[in-house]
């Protein structure tokens, strides 16, 4: 698109955003010097299209989580403040079966607004920016559902229906011409609602700029969808970019919008949570912040992850001396900056004595929840049922059931037809298409996807019976694909250590009770490997040399023996491996949508930025997570033959995790195993693809 084109489109869409088209614009009645006003800014981040209060995985209601919950918290606070803007921190329209069944299994027409975006719309937001899971479905889907022309390869210039707010990104740009590929800013012209000297209310204008940033990893996360096509630059390079022109549209403040946490590591363009050093650039006045899933401020919180973080104030809510927010995910809570505006030489500015932040939570003190707002189900009422009539299509059964309640113990139930899927799939298709490879060893790897991290009810659950579609997206909840890596024997082990990171480690000459799971550690990067591996993790060593007795078949793995590792695009393109990611840059060639191989490089161990990793705890157990597991051994008796017989005392002695990567017990059933293989290929059977 010429920029000429561009330039007049922004230009439009800042004037129905009620901007005036140049500073002089600007409407003259002004509030008096050292006027007061309050402003609320509220936000919403990381809903993840659960726009109902509904886990479409177990067809249940799940009243802890909904968009249309956090919506009677949004009216709320409009009653409670006179004046209030609202604005998403992205991370919207991906993470529920509803959305995927929109963008996959019966896609929207360009002339159908996308069900998240109606409910927002009928809430009236101000405007929002684009979180790294926006790009999930690619860049044809996401220019049509937020209306949004971009010259981009394949994407084709048509205007389609979106949201009726302003969506603002200052760190993607097009490869074809180096542009944003959204408007980087907007302006937003308001009026406020104060008192008079007298007490009467009176009426003035304030006029609010917003800029978006986006994670730059998604360059790997993504990177099937954006390699060659975008590029990303780091968030302080592009706020210094931008800001100077948005301030010069005569804003009074600005409001940055950036779907990213706080992270005081040293500072580089590819930094995820980048926030820390955004916050310090002198243009920006306010942050909106996301993609943590993890509220700030978190003042009531003693293992809040944001507490003694220098500069960084978990009580009032502030980074650098600047108002800062972020509400939790799901439609969990509300963001809430309570604003004091004072006016002075002409202009409104924040008064940070009387100014703070908080997070509001659908879930009440006594335990109960918000009431959701009923115009929001009405309107989604049809996709909504037709995706649940969709999950629910019968595709098989299982004569065994698939937790993820023990993932980190060794409870493989809900991994192993993964595994097994992804590892009968790669070695067909290796004996097809690549026999040059035909002798080099298939691992596979996955990961829990839900070890509990959202609470009590985020685990995989399926009982044994009959298998609907719902259960195998249950398995695999991301519309990944599959990939796989060639690497020798160093990366693997490389790749085992990030995995022992989910572990804390353990002081063997301590008597009191030390947490054994690193809950800093996500367990979706917790892979297990399985086809042949066994290994010891040694939780008292630290980290990066806690690999113990690697072996594959029996035989020790050496440094140089070459291996081709089944995961998915995310692990493949470097997504939680921290350096392991380079292993998989080098002379990679995709072989078929669902299949690719990546020749792999060196990946050491490296303490300082290791994030993932690839195990399964099989033998070895904590006396107390035994005794847990064994009162499930229904769940998984048939799989594994209990889940703690053959435990190695010495092992617990020796405070060693054993891992066996083997496929144990009997092969799966036919039925099951289709399943397992709808799962691992992307959801096949939810994409319908």
């Known amino acids: ?88 921190a992205g991370d919207t329209i991906q993470g529920t079966a509803l959305a995927d069944y929109q963008a996959l299994v019966k896609p929207v027409d360009c002339n159908e607004e996308l ?127 931008y800001l100077p022109k948005l301030r010069a549209q005569n804003v009074d403040l600005v409001i940055a919008i950036s ?88 202009r409104w500015t924040i008064d940070a004595a009387a100014t703070h932040s908080e997070v509001r939570d659908i879930k009440k003190t006594d335990g109960s929840f918000v009431a959701p707002d009923p115009a929001i189900d009405a309107l989604i009422e049809p996709v909504h049922e037709a995706t649940i009539a969709y999950v629910s299509t019968p595709i098989g059964d299982s004569d065994f059931a698939m937790t993820s309640y023990f993932a980190e113990l060794g409870d493989v139930t809900a991994l192993q037809p993964v595994n097994m899927a992804q590892h009968d799939y790669a070695t067909s298709y290796i004996e097809r298409n690549l026999p040059q490879y035909a002798n080099v060893p298939v691992l596979s790897a996955a990961a829990p996807f839900k070890t509990g991290f959202s609470g009590a009810n985020d685990y995989t659950d399926i009982e044994a019976g009959p298998l609907a579609i719902h259960n195998a997206a249950d398995l695999y909840l991301y519309p990944n694909t599959l990939t796989a890596v060639k690497v020798d024997g160093a990366v693997l082990k490389g790749w085992l250590e990030r995995s022992a990171q989910r572990f804390n480690r353990i002081d063997p000459t301590r008597r009191e009770a030390q947490e054994l799971v690193n809950r800093k550690f996500s367990g979706y990067n917790f892979d297990v490997i399985q086809g042949g591996l066994t290994y010891a993790i040694d939780v008292t060593q630290p980290t990066g040399m806690r690999i113990t007795n690697l072996r594959y078949l029996g035989k020790p793995v050496d440094a140089a023996q070459t291996f081709i590792v089944v995961t998915n695009n995310y692990r493949a393109s470097g997504g939680g491996l921290g350096a392991c990611a380079k292993a998989s840059d080098t002379r990679s060639r995709r072989l078929e949508p669902q299949l690719a191989f990546r ?57 060693r995790l054993e891992f066996s990567g083997g496929f144990i017990g009997k092969p799966l059933p036919p039925t099951i195993d289709a399943a397992a293989r709808m799962a691992t290929r992307g959801i096949t059977a939810l994409h319908g693809s």
Request: hydrophobic share 35%; net charge neutral; charged share 20%.
């Open 1 to 88: 698109m010429p920029t000429l084109l561009r330039t007049l489109l922004w230009s439009g869409l800042l004037l129905v955003c009620g901007c005036a088209s140049a500073p002089s614009s600007r409407p003259a009645a002004r509030a008096a010097e050292g006027a007061r006003a309050q402003l609320a800014i509220l936000e919403s981040t990381d809903i993840h299209s659960n726009i109902l209060s509904y886990d479409y995985y177990k067809l249940a209601e799940d009243r802890s989580i909904g968009f249309e919950r956090m919506a009677t918290l949004v009216k709320q606070a409009r009653k409670e403040f006179a004046n209030s803007v609202l604005f998403d």
């Open 115 to 241: 069900a998240m975006y109606r409910a927002m719309d009928a809430l009236g937001y101000d405007g929002g920016t684009i979180g790294n899971h926006e790009f999930n479905y690619g860049l044809p889907f996401l220019a049509q559902v937020t209306n949004q022309p971009m010259n981009v390869e394949g994407i084709a210039a048509r205007h389609c229906a979106g949201p009726h707010y302003p969506l603002v990104l200052s760190n993607a740009f097009s490869v074809r011409d180096n542009q944003p590929i959204y408007p980087p800013y907007a302006v937003l012209d308001r009026t406020l609602t104060l008192r008079d000297a007298e007490g009467h209310d009176i009426k003035a204008p304030i006029r609010i700029g917003i800029i978006g940033f986006t994670p730059p990893p998604i360059m790997q996360w993504d990177k099937r969808n954006l390699e060659g096509k975008i590029y990303t630059k780091g968030l302080v390079e592009s706020a210094r970019e």
């Open 259 to 346: 779907h990213g946490g706080i992270d005081v590591s040293p500072y580089g363009s590819a930094m995820e949570n980048a926030n820390w050093y955004l916050s310090q650039e002198p243009g920006i006045d306010a942050l909106l912040l996301g993609h943590s899933h993890a509220p700030f401020p978190d003042p009531h919180n003693a293992k809040s992850r944001f507490n003694n973080l220098p500069e960084v104030d978990n009580q009032r809510g502030f980074i650098h001396g600047k108002p800062a927010v972020m509400g939790n995910f799901w439609g969990k809570s509300l963001g809430v900056i309570e604003l004091a505006l004072v006016q002075r030489n002409g």
């Open 599 to 655: 020749a792999g490089g060196d990946c050491r161990p490296d303490p300082v930025h290791v994030r993932d990793g690839q195990a399964r705890p099989c033998q070895g157990r904590w006396p107390r997570q035994c005794a847990l597991a064994e009162g499930q051994r229904r769940r998984y008796g048939d799989l594994r033959g209990g889940p703690c017989r053959g435990a190695n005392p010495e092992a617990l002695t020796a405070h």
